[in-house]
């Protein structure tokens, strides 16, 4: 199994322990704030992608035949979905990025934050993270 | 008093449950929910009496078109204007407001000048950006003082012989500020100038009165007044219409076509190319009676005394800021807590069943101006109660508890 994969299973296996929304958005917003901070000086206007509700800066970089990703958002539930994306997407081969697929989001009922009518930034952030990883592998 | 209990039961969608709890629906200035009568009415129109309108000889075509016609004059009686072709049916008010601004482009000039305000909703500034790309005029804009009214004094230092039209919000969508557009309308004519109201936040709150108004032009929306989405109101003074350029070519709007030249119909139907969305026209004239049965005034009550109460509790909550402190408001409260995101305190409110907007609420400006990045928005409707706002407190709590 991927790392990508198993990450994902895990994520997968934390969530199942919830018993309601309270439970799930109380752990989203600690990831939030858990999540490693961006260095300020990519918070850049080229690094941003602005949801009409929230806005999400996303920074990749590729040392050592692994992409890394930093990213960070305005709005602290879709900081949660950034850090889980971030786990799940960072420090991995790119090739293993591009190809991946994504299946934890709706596993654990938060498919409707993936709505591109929500225009939180998170469905954009996820297909530039893919395009950095096409970038990288090539 | 209003028996409320009595107008919820006429809103079918007020009893369902969102994420297992009652809905409490506090997103009334983006739409408004629809009573039965709106509902039927437009069921009805496509069961029984569907043709199109102003076309056939036959009788369906007849009776369509008297239904479509019948709404003209509810309309024209809603707002006290002089005759019934000065009500324009079209798609909402920001189409409304684009057939005036495209109108525009031809009657404008360098020079000229176009007064807006820094409230506006993106609808009543980017169309009249546009005019003024066509036509050389300027655009100038009205400051918002830290209430989140208008700066009069500014706009009376903007007025000269250049201005040729002002178009304002009646009431901001944002802010809740109710404009003072009576004297806007009499400051503006005095110097020649034509203007331009958007009522879309206004016309469900206030009583209406266009001959007394005065307004050359005034627009709003149909499902914002309990009616269905897709129809808006462009009401305009006879002469003013009269010299108005035509906006979309098409059937209907035309007198006599050749390839030659073409001549157009005169007003309403110079406005109203294509067939138009005839069963919302229909089913628009029950959301109409639904008011005038109620009474606007007693809405208006209604509205104050749960904006007073909403107001009242919101402010006990620490950290929580209000936008727009206007002394004249409708029933709209925009705040922040603190430093926490307006999406994060809706996503929370949404799973407790309460249904607020947040976001810039397309007044990017109105953002820009206070430095923020958006709002959560309670807007209130005739049937909501004071329980509903007790519900929707405890949210934002629980909300701030979760997010703090």
Known sequence: MSTIKKIQKEIIADFEMFDDWIQKYEYLIDLGKDLAPINEKNKTEENLIKGCQSRVWLHAEYTDGKIIFTADSDAIMTKGIVAMLINVLSNQDPKDVATAKLNFIKKIGLTEQLSPTRANGLVSMIKKMKLYAIAFNN | ?404
């Open chain 2, 1 to 404: 008093m209003l028996d409320i209990i009595e107008i919820r039961k006429q809103f079918p969608i007020l009893s369902r449950k969102v994420n297992g709890h009652d809905l409490v629906y506090f997103d009334n200035g983006a739409t408004t929910q629809k009573p039965q009568s709106v509902i039927t009415a437009e069921s009805n129109y496509y069961q029984n009496e569907n043709s199109n309108v102003h076309r056939g000889v036959h009788f369906l075509s007849g009776l369509a078109t008297d239904r479509f016609e019948e709404t003209r004059i509810t309309i024209q009686n809603f707002i006290n204007a002089k005759h019934s072709r000065e009500i324009i049916f079209t798609k909402g008010t920001t189409d409304s407001i684009n057939i005036v601004a495209n109108g525009y482009r031809t009657l404008l000039n360098k020079g000229d000048e176009i007064i807006i305000s820094e409230l506006e909703h993106h609808s009543n500034i980017v169309p009249w950006q546009m005019c003024c790309e066509h036509s050389g005029a300027t655009l100038k804009v009205i400051p918002l003082l830290d209430n989140g009214s208008l700066d009069m004094i500014a706009f009376e230092n903007f007025l000269s012989e250049n201005t040729k039209l002002v178009s304002i919000s009646h009431v901001s969508n944002t802010l809740g500020t109710i404009n003072p557009v009576e004297e806007i309308i009499e400051k503006a004519q005095a110097v020649g100038a034509k203007v331009m109201i958007d009522g879309a936040q206004a016309a469900s709150h206030i009583a209406l009165n266009m001959q007394s108004l005065g307004a050359d032009f005034y627009c709003f929306s149909a499902h914002k007044l309990y009616g269905p989405t897709g129809i808006g109101i462009l009401y305009g003074k006879e002469s003013v219409l009269n010299e108005l350029p035509a906006y979309q070519g098409g059937g209907e709007m035309i007198k006599e076509v050749s390839f030659k030249k073409t001549t157009y119909a005169g007003i309403p139907h110079k406005f109203e190319a294509g067939t138009p969305n005839i069963a919302g026209v229909v089913a628009f004239k029950e959301a109409i009676n639904f008011i005038t049965k109620i009474g606007l005034s007693n809405i208006a009550k209604h509205e104050k005394i749960l904006l007073q109460y909403a107001t009242k509790e919101v402010l006990k909550i620490e950290g929580l800021k209000i936008y727009g402190i206007a002394k004249n408001k409708s029933a709209i409260i925009s705040f922040n807590i603190n430093k926490l995101h307006p999406y994060d305190i809706g996503m929370i409110m949404d799973k407790m069943g309460v249904a607020i907007r947040t976001g810039h609420h397309c007044t990017q400006p109105v953002m820009k101006r206070f430095n923020i990045p958006g709002t959560a928005r309670i807007s209130l409707a005739v049937y909501n109660t004071k329980n509903e706002i007790d519900i929707c407190i405890k949210a934002i709590k629980k909300a701030k508890l979760m997010l703090s």
